[in-house]
């Protein structure tokens, strides 16, 4: 199992139309790019992303190539609501 866990220093880059509204972002000085130490073995199963976005949930943080969900917000929440794939 060690093989495929997800080790050290990552980027997380925010999606573009999260700049006005991700209080994630704002966190982070409203930047968009992000680095952040990582040690996880879980991911967000690729094929269910559009199924999750269409629910509402906003992947706005991913790896450089898109690939990976890294940060996941609630839009529109009064309270901050969010997962990621680092320690905050």
């Given at each position: ?25 704002k ?29 509402g ?32």
């Amino acid at each position: 199992m060690g093989g495929t866990m997800r080790l050290g220093l990552r980027p997380t880059v925010f999606e573009t139309d999260s700049e006005n509204w991700s209080k994630v972002r704002k966190l982070y000085g409203g930047t968009g790019k992000i680095w952040e130490r990582h040690r996880h073995r879980y991911e967000v199963n690729p094929e269910l992303v559009d199924r999750f976005e269409q629910s509402g949930l906003s992947f706005i943080g991913k790896d450089e190539k898109g690939e990976r969900m890294q940060i996941l917000e609630l839009k529109g929440m009064s309270d901050l609501n969010l997962e990621s794939n680092f320690v905050c």
